[in-house]
């Protein structure tokens, strides 16, 4: 099976002996436990964001990464001795951006952890295995909540690491790390590739900060005024006479009735001018028989 694919955040797929290895490929909810170790909080004035890729080994995985990044608005992207030298000109990493080049144009390619992380205080890994010592693992969105309602903010940075696909973050990466972000899944298949683990991030990230709006087609539509409702119902009461459904002699309490209908309905103008029409072609159906009764009577005469 393709890494790509078989990403090693899988829940069946690690054994005790091969957890206490060097290298941590955990991301997802495990058995273990919750940490309750408290964690301390830089504060963030621009809330500078980054995505760090350590090793990546897929172009792809590069080209989807910039794409969830630019859907939730984030655009800091550095890539710590990724296989390949040229993985952000890969005709892959580009197909799988879908057109998020300006992203790829912007990243970085660095050759240590370090480098990328100038500028950045605090760090998230993307990790999380049973151990005697290291970052306290939390989920994303009760992390986020806590980090961005911080009091004071200074004009520094977070910065999300991601581990390689076959191996995920090592121990040493994970322990300088403030947090170990684990996103809850499914505890019998937890698997995520690493593009659908940044999105799942980033979304959340972007919701802690405020998040977008829902994007409509058009504006909102205006209102129907009380006028135009009066107006309407009027045109309704002449309508439903002409048609003889209502008995002008005994209306009863017909139109209050539609009147209450109509309230419930906040009925915007184009809805009014959709039951005017109605109430047009009513009118017409209704004067027609009569026409013609009309008609016949004068021809008897």
Known sequence: MPDWIRHPWIAGAETP??????????FCQRQWGNFSRPVSFPVFDSMQTRFVLINTSHAGNVGATARAMKTMGFDDLVLVSPRWANVLNREETIQRASGALDVLKKARIVATLDEALDGITHLCAT???????G????????????LSKAESRSEQGVAFLFGSERFGMQNEDVYRCHVALSIPSNPEFGSLNL???VQVIAYEWRLALGGYTVAHASGPSELADAAQLAGMLAHWEQALVSIGFLDPQAPKKLMPRLNQLFNRASLTQEEIHILRGIAKMMDRSGLAPNALLSAGAATKD
């Open 17 to 26: 002996d091969r957890m206490r290895g060097r290298n941590d490929k955990h």
């Open 135 to 146: 970052p306290p693992a939390v989920a994303p969105r009760q992390h986020f909540e806590q």
């Open 127 to 133: 990790a999380m295995t049973p151990r005697d010592f």
């Open 195 to 197: 593009g659908s683990a």
